[in-house]
Every structure is written in C-alpha cells, then in structure tokens.
T-cell receptor, first 110, second 115 residues
Framework: GESVGLHLPTLSVQEGDNSIINCAYSNSASDYFIWYKQESGKGPQFIIDIRSNMDKRQGQRVTVLLNKTVKHLSLQIAATQPGDSAVYFC?????????FGAGTTVTVRA | DTEVTQTPKHLVMGMTNKKSLKCEQHMGHRAMYWYKQKAKKPPELMFVYSYEKLSINESVPSRFSPECPNSSLLNLHLHALQPEDSALYLCASNPERGGSYNEQFFGPGTRLTVL
C-alpha cells in the first residue's frame, strides 16, 4: 500500500493496494471530524466521521484515525478500487460550522 | 427522497444580470447551507439557515442574497456579480442545526460562470 506522512495534494495508488490520506486540522475544540469524497461533477459525499473523544472508527473498507496530540486525521482505504478515484476532503465541525481542509486527489492505477 | 437537488446545473451570466440558484430537499431537514467552491479548492461556507431563519452569514458580499421560502427550499439570488464569483455553488442540508454534528447531505452544485 501507499502512505503519506504529510498532507499531499495528490496520491497515485495501484488498484488493490491500501491508501492512506492524511490531514492536519487546526481547531482543538472541534467536536467531529469528517471525511468527504468528491467525484468530478458532483457534490461532496459523506464517507465516515469520528467524534473528538474517539481515536479510531471503522466503516466498510475505510478506517479513520484521529490523533489529537498532533492534530492529525487520516483516512485509510483498503483494497483501493477504480471507483475510489476522487478528491478527498477532511472537515472539522465546530461552532455549528463545517470547515474543509485542502483536498487530496486520489488516482487509482489499473 | 434522500437527496438534495439544485437547479440549474450550469449558469452563465453577465455582470449586470440578475439570476437565482435554487436548492430543494424533501428529507425534512431544518438546516440548509450554501457553499462556494473554486476549482481545486475546498468548499467554503457562505450562509446557514436554521428553521428558515438566517443564522450564519460568513461575511458574504451583498451581491449574494439568500432566501429560505420554506423548510424545503433555499434560494441564492445573484446580482451584479464579478468574474471572480465564477465557481461551483453547493447547497447542503442536515436534520437540525443544534450544537451537535449531523451529517450534511450535499447537492450536485450549480456551475456558475460570470462573464
């Protein structure tokens, strides 16, 4: 699989490998952290969220990890598929607002 | 019905035109949002409506005028826009505003071009 220690704007992954997308957030007071997927020509689509009092949450083929010590959030995608090609945004919820981080464009190689 | 719809999909307008963007949801959601998204950038919050009342305006210029006629509809009226206002305008909704997070459902957006 491929992993990224720091946030990078693009990630190229071989089909079937695992992907790790990283995100740094800024507000320690945020209550929830969310990952969205945005495909070309579409609006953002919810993937998974995690509450600030948790450090790990798993969904179908996805896992979100939260490290509050270093204000870091990551999304792991298992067995990456061509349909996973998209832009991935992390977001934090605080004070009734959703604030998005810079996205990562994931391209899946056949 | 579990989606947010937006019309039109594409809009081209001149700087002197007046146009409106429309957003609709029938999920019973009481919070609705407008976001602006420039190319290769994340969405940026513009307005939040809660129970049909404007609750957040993120210092948006007055040439953008939101309106929430009822709990299912959200409009964004546009007047005297600038070319730099060209962007994807996204509408979203969630069940309630409150203090707790609820998943936001996004529409497909309206691609706006200002000439």
């Amino acid at each position: 699989g491929e992993s990224v220690g720091l946030h990078l704007p693009t990630l190229s992954v071989q089909e079937g490998d695992n992907s790790i997308i990283n995100c740094a957030y800024s507000n320690s007071a945020s209550d929830y952290f969310i990952w969205y997927k945005q495909e070309s020509g579409k609006g953002p689509q919810f993937i998974i969220d995690i509450r600030s009092n948790m450090d790990k949450r798993q969904g179908q083929r996805v896992t979100v990890l939260l490290n509050k010590t270093v204000k870091h959030l990551s999304l792991q995608i298992a067995a990456t598929q061509p349909g996973d090609s998209a832009v991935y945004f992390c977001a934090e919820f605080n004070d009734y607002k959703l604030s998005f981080g810079a996205g990562t464009t994931v391209t899946v190689r056949a | 019905d579990t989606e947010v719809t937006q019309t039109p999909k594409h809009l081209v307008m001149g700087m002197t035109n007046k146009k409106s963007l429309k957003c609709e949801q029938h999920m019973g959601h009481r919070a609705m949002y407008w976001y602006k998204q420039k190319a290769k950038k994340p969405p940026e919050l513009m307005f939040v409506y809660s129970y049909e009342k404007l609750s957040i305006n993120e210092s948006v210029p007055s040439r953008f005028s939101p309106e929430c006629p009822n709990s299912s509809l959200l409009n964004l009226h546009l007047h005297a826009l600038q070319p730099e206002d060209s962007a994807l305008y996204l509408c979203a909704s969630n069940p309630e505003r409150g203090g707790s997070y609820n998943e936001q459902f996004f529409g497909p957006g309206t691609r706006l071009t200002v000439l």
